[in-house]
Structure formats: structure tokens, C-alpha cells
């Protein structure tokens, strides 16, 4: 059973840093994508970074955190991270990790790429 746990998530000023934690089990990192995805109240989930989990780690990010967030991966702990840095308050919302999965495949930061999620963490960024 493919189990993804996120952790990190919190409260912060705006300008300000964290890191978000998603470890997996049951699913083995290994080229395949991981992805993070957000939500903000009343909007659509959207695709905010992807990696292609290998020897290159490929990275994806969406242009709305381009040159602030930073995906990684550590394969040892069977971890994904995104570090966010210089924090807005329009980056409020829930963040999701999210494990390749399922036949369709509409790019790395495509919801519709996916078949594993965990259950989100909060992440609330204040002016």
C-alpha cells in the first residue's frame, strides 16, 4: 500500500523560508515523478514542482514559484522535499505530495499524472 506522509508545513511571515517533508512507502523512487501540488481555499489544485526521481533528478516548477522553490529528493530516506523560500502570502494554501501513477500522463505537474496523494499540510504565509 502506497502510503505519502507530508510534514513542515506552518506559519510564516512573508519573505520568510520552510521546508516541506514527504516521505513515502510502498513505492519504490526510482524514475519515477514526484510532484507537489497546492491548493488554495476556493481554488483548483494546482502543480507547484516535479522531479524525476534518478541519478539526474530533472526538475519542474510552475512560473508562479520559479526561482523560490526547490524540489529534492533523498532516495536513502525515501524522502521528497520542497524548500520555499522568499514565501508570499499568495502562497497560502495545502500542499500535497503526489507519486506517478495510473495510465494518464499530461506532464510532471499535471494532477491528472498522478494516482497517489497524501493528506496535505498547511501552509499559511502572512504579510
Known amino acids: 500500500q502506497v502510503q505519502l506522509v507530508e510534514s513542515g508545513g506552518g506559519s510564516v511571515q512573508a519573505g520568510g523560508s520552510q521546508r516541506l517533508s514527504c516521505v513515502v512507502s510502498?513505492?519504490?523512487?526510482?524514475?519515477?515523478?514526484m510532484g507537489w501540488f497546492r491548493q488554495a481555499p476556493g481554488k483548483e489544485r494546482e502543480g507547484v514542482a516535479a522531479i524525476l526521481i534518478g541519478i539526474f533528478g530533472n526538475t519542474y516548477y510552475a512560473d508562479s514559484v520559479k526561482g523560490r522553490f526547490t524540489i529534492s529528493q533523498d532516495k536513502a530516506k525515501n524522502t521528497v522535499y520542497l524548500q520555499m523560500d522568499s514565501l508570499k502570502p499568495e502562497d497560502t494554501a495545502m500542499y500535497y505530495c503526489?507519486?506517478?501513477?495510473?495510465?494518464?500522463?499530461?506532464?510532471?505537474?499535471?494532477?491528472?499524472?498522478?494516482?497517489?496523494w497524501g493528506q496535505g499540510t498547511q501552509v499559511t504565509v502572512s504579510s
Open positions: 503526489a507519486a506517478r501513477g495510473g495510465s494518464s500522463w499530461n506532464g510532471p505537474l499535471s494532477i491528472s499524472s498522478y494516482e497517489h
Open positions: 510502498g513505492y519504490t523512487l526510482n524514475r519515477v515523478y
